[in-house]
């Protein structure tokens, strides 16, 4: 079979059955299970679908992601998150929308805890969501910016994905972690930017609230008793990965452990309070896990009927200038993002993209960084985009894939934009690794 009716059958297959309203999860399944038949030959490609399912979720690398969704249930459930959301009010005092800057800063934060955009995604969700419902934020502006932000984990140090680049595109993984550190920021800030356009031409979707800024006195004693001592799981998190005391898996279980004495000391520790927080990592997790046994088997159906390997030959095959060759590659990332895991699209596009770039003479280490913002706007690229999935299983019921499609748009621009802005100043990316070398 052609690789292009290959591609009509499984991604054509899948856009019906969800038009059609079938479950994203049972849908990833029927296609997959179709897949299998057609071209890996019946009850044989059955077998290799259940094993690799299974493979797909015993990874070792996931281990953080249900950990890192259970520190945010717990710093939720015990009260922990609202004593530091409404420490910082008394700082921000009547500024509109300050919940949703503040997803932006606890976000990069976050990227830097967990590495995993999923894993940022959630917890941000689990974490912020209620209280910004409460008090009567609309969903775009609650959804669009924990997504955006949630997707730093890509490129913000240290990036497992950007190790994992480094190591299979042969590229110098310290000076492609330091390279995504200064384009992170600058996208934190164009988030930020985002939000205060979209409150001006709509104020109701932040609604304002009584919040007067408090004396002095009252905003350090705030500041003392309910953040500074966050700064016990911040280190527990971010300083012991960076003294190489442990690993992320390890770092992930001492922060939630860490978590749990916090809420111990304030005498915030129920019994009630760990048994949600249980239940809600549990419905995360089993979500997310789902959607990575689709995902991953699904790009392995893709590959084995040659779709992708036709996509991206394609796209890639034409003479072309070298920035509208780059434009292609991305868009590539982009469609196939769509559909499959960052890694899948790592493991099938590096053969071919890497030569390219020796090619086209673009520099290994910008390439890296502008290759993982493509896996990063793949994640919330309408409609599979696996961040939109893990944002619906979060938000409250009856919250669509269109809603939560439409509030990553305007954020969406935002990454175009760096993207723009690294091919016009490169040095965005390679001053720090440049000044490393030196």
């Not at 800057?101 to 805890?113: H, I, K, R």
């Not at 927080?277 to 997310?288: K, P, Y």
């Not at 095959?317 to 993002?337: R, T």
């Not at 938000?395 to 954020?411: D, E, I, K, N, R």
């Amino acid at each position: 079979m052609p690789w292009y009716e290959a591609a009509f059958l499984l991604m054509g297959g899948l856009v019906a059955l969800m038009l059609l309203g079938v479950p994203v999860a049972v849908a990833f399944l029927a296609i997959n299970v179709v897949g299998v038949v057609v071209f890996m030959g019946g009850l044989v490609g059955i077998d290799q679908l259940i094993a690799n399912s299974t493979s797909a979720v015993t990874n070792f690398t996931l281990v953080p992601v249900p950990l890192f969704v259970l520190m945010g249930e717990l710093l939720f459930h015990t009260g922990l998150a609202l004593r530091v959301f409404d420490a910082f009010d008394k700082c921000f005092g009547g500024i509109r929308g300050r919940l949703c800057y503040l997803s932006v800063g606890g976000g990069t934060v976050f990227a830097t805890l967990s590495g995993s955009s999923m894993a940022n995604a959630a917890m941000l969700g689990t974490s912020l969501m209620p209280e910004m419902i409460k008090r009567g934020y609309k969903r775009y502006i609650i959804i669009g910016p924990i997504m955006a932000v949630g997707g730093l984990a890509m490129i913000i140090p240290p990036s497992s994905l950007a190790v994992l680049l480094g190591s299979l595109a042969r590229i110098d993984v310290g000076a492609l972690l330091i390279a995504g550190l200064i384009p992170g920021l600058l996208l934190a800030v164009m988030i930020v930017a985002m939000i205060r356009f979209l409150i001006a031409i709509d104020p109701e979707a932040a609604p304002g609230y009584v919040a007067e800024r408090a004396p002095v006195g009252e905003i350090l004693k705030a500041l003392l008793r309910d953040v500074a001592p966050m700064g016990l799981v911040v280190f527990a998190v971010i300083g012991m990965i960076l003294l190489g005391w442990a690993t992320p898996t390890e770092s992930a279980a001492f922060g939630t452990l860490s978590v749990v004495v916090l809420a111990a000391l304030y005498r915030q520790l129920a019994w009630d309070s760990v048994l949600k927080s249980l239940r809600g990592t549990i419905a995360v997790s089993v979500m997310m896990l789902v959607i990575i046994v689709g995902s991953t088997t699904f790009s392995q159906v893709l590959a084995f009927s040659g779709a992708s390997a036709g996509l991206i030959a394609n796209a890639t095959s034409m003479d072309l200038a070298p920035y509208v060759m780059l434009a292609a590659m991305f868009l590539v990332l982009i469609v196939l993002g769509m559909f499959m895991d960052p890694l899948s699209i790592m493991m099938l596009t590096l053969p071919i993209y890497m030569p390219l770039v020796t090619l086209y003479g673009f520099d290994p280490v910008w390439f890296g960084v502008v290759l993982l913002l493509g896996l990063e706007l793949g994640l919330i690229t309408p409609p599979f985009g696996l961040l939109l999935f893990v944002m619906v299983g979060v938000s409250p019921p009856g919250t669509t894939v269109a809603q939560v499609s439409l509030a990553a748009l305007p954020f969406i621009a935002c990454i175009l934009l760096l993207v723009l802005l690294l091919m016009f100043f490169p040095e965005l990316a390679l001053w720090l690794p440049n000044l490393m070398r030196s």
